[in-house]
């Protein structure tokens, strides 16, 4: 799995930060950031479950 964002789209809501805190954070205006482009295996599923729930869509999975 490859992970990317794009911060131009983010409303900041923070569903990515609460659901999977390994692989996305926060900037200090609160604009998401990606720790991880390559999850492990064992955080795919949550990663999953954070692009679907994020408002805008912007966290693209590339498998």
Request: glycine fraction near 4%; include cysteine; hydrophobic fraction near 40%.
């Amino acid at each position: 799995m490859r992970v990317s964002v794009d911060p131009d789209r983010c409303v900041s809501a923070g569903q990515c930060v609460m659901l999977a805190p390994d692989v996305f954070d926060q900037d200090e205006d609160g604009i998401v950031t990606l720790l991880q482009e390559e999850p492990p295996a064992e955080l795919h599923a949550v990663v999953r479950q954070t692009a679907s729930l994020c408002p805008v869509r912007l966290i693209q999975i590339t498998e």
